[in-house]
């Protein structure tokens, strides 16, 4: 998805914020946010980070220096070389959509990072830490553990559909598209009570401090 594509279709579906979040990788959070700054939607720079488990965490983060610092530390713990007739070409792309390189490291692979170490290293950047898609059969917290260890210390859970909240209580749940195709992105969404779309708000809002809080759009 080129960035201006993902800004074009986030606008056409009414979001304020999205949070870019490629797979152990943040090399195109710049190119989305600068296609973005010029029709007020908003853009949150993260990762979903893959564990040794394979089970997938998201990182947002508030500042783009923890982000690069992140994201140089999971690149230390990822092996392997990206086929792109298997799983396509990683491109690195401005805010023109033009691209300027490609990222030849196995993003889809799993880092050597344990989930305590992935979520360590999150909150050591200043980030959010968030299980991701915690409902499905594959690559979630759940699906390869069984159970999510609160001693994991996450700042909330996310869910694909706003039907799985047999969770709620325990976590702070948020719902999102986890869009990987320009039609998915918005199908799924969580309305914040913010003063503004920045992860310091968000953080605020999982923790229901100061009025912010979560509010599910159904």
């Not at 710049?30 to 980070?49: H, Q, T």
């Not at 997938?56 to 690069?68: E, Q, R, T």
């Not at 969770?167 to 918005?186: F, K, M, Q, T």
Request: proline share 4%.
């Amino acid at each position: 998805m080129a960035p201006s594509r993902v800004v074009r279709e986030a606008k056409e579906r009414g979001l304020d914020v999205i949070a870019i979040c490629d797979h152990n990788s943040a090399e195109n959070v710049v190119a989305v946010r600068g296609a973005a700054a010029k029709v007020g939607l908003a853009v949150i720079g993260g990762m979903e980070i893959t564990s040794r488990e394979e089970a997938h965490v998201l990182g947002l983060f508030p500042a783009d220096s923890g982000l690069v610092a992140a994201q140089n530390l999971v690149y230390a713990h990822l092996a392997g070389e990206n086929d792109p007739d298997t799983f396509g070409e990683q491109l690195v792309m401005d805010k023109q959509d033009k691209v300027i390189g490609q990222n030849r490291r196995l993003l889809i692979g799993a880092t050597d990072l344990t989930l305590e170490e992935v979520v360590r290293t999150i909150h050591e950047f200043g980030g959010i830490a968030i299980a991701s898609h915690v409902d499905r059969p594959s690559f979630s917290v759940v699906s390869q553990l069984g159970f999510i260890p609160q001693e994991l210390g996450l700042d909330g859970v996310e869910v694909s559909s706003w039907n799985a909240l047999p969770l709620r209580g325990e976590w702070p749940v948020i719902c999102s598209s986890d869009a990987h195709r320009p039609a998915e992105i918005g199908t799924e969404y969580t309305c914040f009570l913010i003063e503004a779309p920045t992860v310091s708000e968000i953080r605020m809002a999982l923790t229901q401090i100061d009025g912010r809080r979560i509010l599910m759009h159904q």
